[in-house]
């Protein structure tokens, strides 16, 4: 009776995990810039998360579980940091100049502007 009911908490963590990811990959898709697809791929280390834990708990191995728990919190560590990193070096790009922008050594430099034309 309860390895059924581990079974179905089990397969709904995976089914609530993958629409998690799958709404992330649609909203990064779909999504204008850089900037606001780094903010939809937000999603993707809880449904990850989910999945791995769902995945770890139909096996029912303690160990199994354990190690699970502990991918489950290097994905919640390493995914946010990358995701991170590719909007701190996305900020000099053309279609994220209209955003204020920090100090990146990374970025490209915006051209000096134009001087007036004498009339």
């Not at 502990?70 to 995914?79: H, K, N, P, R, Y």
Request: some cysteine; hydrophobic content about 50%.
């Amino acid at each position: 009776m309860t390895f059924a009911l581990l079974q179905w908490a089990a397969n709904a963590l995976v089914a609530l995990g993958l629409l998690f990811i799958t709404c992330a990959i649609i909203g990064m898709y779909r999504l204008p810039s850089v900037l606001t697809r780094v903010h939809a791929a937000g999603a993707v280390p809880f449904g990850a998360v989910l999945v791995v834990i769902g995945a770890t708990l139909s096996t029912g191995d303690p160990k199994l579980i354990l190690r699970g728990l502990l991918v489950a919190a290097f994905l919640m560590l390493t995914i946010p940091s990358s995701a991170h990193a590719i909007a701190w070096l996305a900020e000099g790009r053309p279609d994220t100049a209209h955003e204020p922008t920090r100090r990146n050594p990374f970025a490209r430099k915006a051209p000096p502007p134009k001087p007036p034309e004498p009339r």
